[in-house]
């Protein structure tokens, strides 16, 4: 029986692949990518030759069943998402569940995951924190806010360019124009920029300055 490798990926810059994500790439039976196009260009500038395989969160509950077999069959298997750590607000939850219901090996390397260098850059309190990733779209955003309004610790969250004014909107209306908040964009690449201010500081210069890219928001606990 073989083993599944979680394997993070550069969020940004090529230069934070580790030595021994490449070596681990290079070595395995089969690659899982969540884009086999994205992860296409970065095996290419690694020369890293191993077959890749299609699995994102619209297949994965489909195909989890058939990389098991794979896996008990002797395959050795690498999961990779398009940036970062599988299993953090990407694909890798419900196949590291199965192996570990199937007794097969799992191996997580360390490495590159947006969430941290917002977190330590954004000067709030980081020795307690919440990661709520994305928050719901519609069914449930409001519940879940209410909820987070009586965090005390510091809260996470992940957000798109386009849904970033909403966020912040609505963390002005449930926790408070003054609640400290930092937005972190870009990270590791060329124009990264953090901002940080009160709820409506950030809202009032994202309003005026539309955001590009991916974006990580830190917001302080209710004091």
Same mark, same amino acid.
């Given at each position: 029986?073989?083993?599944?490798?979680?394997?993070?990926?550069?969020? =940004?810059?090529? @230069?934070?692949?580790?030595?021994?994500?490449?070596?681990?790439?290079?070595?395995?039976?089969?690659?899982?990518?969540?884009?086999?196009?994205?992860?296409?260009?970065? #095996?290419?500038?690694?020369?890293?030759? +191993?077959?890749?395989?299609?699995?994102?969160?619209?297949?994965?509950?489909? +195909?989890?069943?058939?990389?098991?077999?794979?896996? @008990?069959?002797?395959?050795?298997? /690498?999961?990779?998402?398009?940036?970062? +750590?599988? =299993?953090?607000?990407?694909?890798?939850?419900?196949?590291?569940? /199965?192996?570990?219901?199937?007794?097969?090996?799992?191996?997580?390397?360390?490495?590159?995951?947006?969430?941290?260098?917002?977190?330590?850059?954004?000067? #709030?309190?980081?020795?307690?924190?919440? !990661?709520?990733? !994305?928050?719901?779209?519609?069914?449930?955003?409001?519940?879940?806010?209410?909820? #987070?309004?009586?965090?005390?610790?510091?809260?996470?969250?992940?957000?798109?360019?386009?849904?970033?004014?909403?966020?912040?909107?609505? !963390?002005?209306?449930?926790?408070?124009?003054?609640?400290?908040?930092?937005?972190?964009?870009?990270?590791?690449?060329?124009?990264?920029?953090?901002?940080?201010?009160? /709820?409506?500081?950030?809202?009032?210069?994202?309003?005026?300055?539309?955001?590009?890219?991916?974006?990580?928001?830190?917001? =302080?606990?209710?004091?």
């Amino acid at each position: 029986m073989s083993k599944l490798y979680l394997v993070p990926t550069p969020i =940004g810059n090529l @230069k934070d692949m580790t030595f021994r994500a490449i070596e681990v790439l290079k070595e395995v039976d089969l690659i899982l990518a969540e884009d086999t196009r994205t992860s296409g260009k970065l #095996l290419k500038h690694f020369e890293i030759s +191993t077959h890749m395989q299609s699995h994102h969160m619209h297949n994965e509950h489909k +195909t989890v069943e058939s990389i098991i077999q794979k896996l @008990k069959a002797g395959t050795s298997v /690498a999961l990779i998402s398009d940036a970062g +750590t599988p =299993g953090i607000s990407d694909p890798g939850f419900l196949l590291t569940r /199965a192996c570990i219901e199937k007794s097969i090996d799992i191996e997580c390397l360390p490495g590159a995951t947006a969430f941290v260098p917002a977190l330590v850059n954004s000067g #709030l309190p980081n020795d307690k924190f919440v !990661f709520e990733g !994305f928050l719901p779209v519609k069914k449930g955003r409001q519940t879940r806010l209410l909820l #987070l309004a009586e965090e005390t610790r510091t809260m996470i969250f992940y957000e798109s360019p386009h849904k970033l004014l909403k966020t912040l909107a609505n !963390f002005c209306e449930y926790f408070g124009e003054e609640r400290t908040v930092s937005v972190s964009r870009e990270l590791t690449k060329l124009y990264e920029e953090t901002i940080r201010g009160t /709820a409506k500081e950030v809202l009032d210069y994202y309003t005026n300055k539309p955001p590009k890219g991916e974006i990580v928001i830190c917001v =302080g606990g209710k004091k």
